[in-house]
């Protein structure tokens, strides 16, 4: 934890936390540092911190105005509805792991039109520090030595794969396997400095010609013509032709606060929404915390919502949302009416409440200056270190981000989704997302900064310390520490994490739940701000992943 008044920054990995101090120590404001913190960890969070992915940004400014920034990624014009179902029906790897995986990045030009709305500091500035790190070298604490271990040795069984036979493939991956090793081939150990000069060089590049130098330029066709020779389908119109867009932040009230959310192409603000009308309705804040029933109308809140998600929700530029409704209180009331305070409702008898007409690894992190501007930004590689393929010369990880589409209609993607056609591939369209970045208001006043990672347990994340700081009157440390519980819907299971009591657990499964344990959900690097001395208290989840909250 770190408290301030003139500036926080919580996110993944220390030195992108510091840099984010660093350059509101110079003048900049929360959008300068939340550029700057995004670049660095794209050099010392490789994992998912990046330029070669795609994310959302919430703004607000401190006159009370709020902005969401869509950079998230596109599909390219090659891709294809069913480029991943094989001749038996089958769907294939590729939309997971290597180069044919990887939408078209959104990065680079969405923290371009962050910075040239609200940035005050120069932009080559707000990249010097990024740059630095990757070429004199960032060094390594224990949990990302480890997690470059761990990535190393995945790319390794894939190479080893006979089913990854194909020569392009061999060759891509084992490039990744040289870049995150050392010039004799063995892995990096805590403590060790580790420069990228290639990415040093890129990220040069985007300081010197802006957005244009990485989309056009030399870099974007040169990116194309590589991506293409290891067997993937960009073009340089791909690259030429990506654009950020500015939305309309989803914003509504909950218990006295206002909240102020992503829209589509994340589902992340309207499942957000759907779960704390569900705990309204339900009246879930008077019932305790860790009680069995409390985990049991949430498990079944979320059973149903993240029907709706996976179902009705996609890129708003190519299917109709049926925003009004899904946002609609008294809709989310008609789905809860149905829920068994005694019995779990099998997933199988649940489907989305309206029919469509007719479409983990992330990282969150967030920012307040002290003049109240407060950034929330989520952006992914989707998998840890996504598709991983390393641009050769470029220092740019791919995405595998196309996995988020829809590959085939009633199988599961890599979390376990299983999407409609609304979230079909289609040339130029984004895939659905859960990222939740989120600003929480009190009477006119910033309250808190939230946002994880973690694929489709972002949102309940999220939700969850909704929850917690509203209703319970838990502090954001409390918040961030509580055990965990998550649901999608499909599989019907709870996902809940170790430290969920063993009572509360053995009761779950005497409702019907089945409970699934996992190791840790989420990674909420967060601020509050305190209501009582408006200091800024900036918490990093270090327990579940490492991270560094700064302020000052
Ligand atoms: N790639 C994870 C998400 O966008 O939800």
Known sequence: MAVGTQGAVSSAESAASDVGVAIMKKGGNAVDAAVAVGFAL?????TAGNIGGGGFMVVRLP??????????EMAPQAATRDMYVDASGQVTKEGRIGPKAAGIPGVVAGFAMAHAKYGKLPWAEVLA????????????????????GRALTRV?????????????????????????????????????????PDLAQ?????????????????????????????????????????????????????????????????????VLRQILAAAEYLEMSKLPWDSTQRIHLYVEALRRTYADRNELIGDPDFIKVPMAELLDTSYVGKRMAGIDPKKATPSSEI???????????TTHYSVIDGSGMAVANTYTLNAGFGAKVVIPGTGVLLNNEMDDFTSKVGSPNMFGLVQGPQNAI?????????????????????RAVLGSPGGPTITTTVAQLVMQLIDHGRTLQQAVEATRVHHQWLPDQILAEGTLSPTISSELQALGHKVVTWDGIGHANCIEVDPKTSRLIAVADVKRDGGKASAY
Request: aromatic share 8%.
């Open 42 to 46: 794209s050099v010392t969070h490789p």
């Open 156 to 196: 390794g069984e894939y190479v080893k794969d006979p089913n990854s036979s194909d020569p392009e493939l061999q060759a891509a991956l084992k490039s990744t396997l040289a870049y995150f090793s050392k010039p004799d081939g063995s892995p990096y150990a805590e403590g060790e400095l580790w420069k990228q």
């Open 351 to 361: 489907k989305a409440g309206l029919q469509l007409r007719e479409s983990q690894h």
């Open 202 to 270: 890129t990220l040069e590049a985007v300081a010197k010609g802006g957005a244009d130098a990485f989309y056009k330029g030399k870099l974007g066709p040169d990116m194309a013509k590589k991506v293409k020779a290891m067997g993937g389908i960009w073009a340089p119109k791909d690259l030429a032709g990506y654009r950020a867009i500015v939305r309309e932040p989803i914003r509504f009230s909950y218990h006295g606060h206002d909240i102020i959310t992503m829209p589509p192409p994340s589902a992340g603000g309207v």
């Open 63 to 72: 006159d009370g105005t709020s902005t969401a920034i869509d950079y998230r």
């Open 426 to 446: 289609a040339p130029g369209k984004r895939m659905l997302s859960s990222m939740t970045p989120t600003i929480l208001v009190k009477d006119g006043k910033l």
């Open 129 to 148: 520090p990024a740059i630095a790190l990757a070429r004199d070298g960032a060094v390594l604490d224990s949990f990302h030595a480890q997690d470059m």
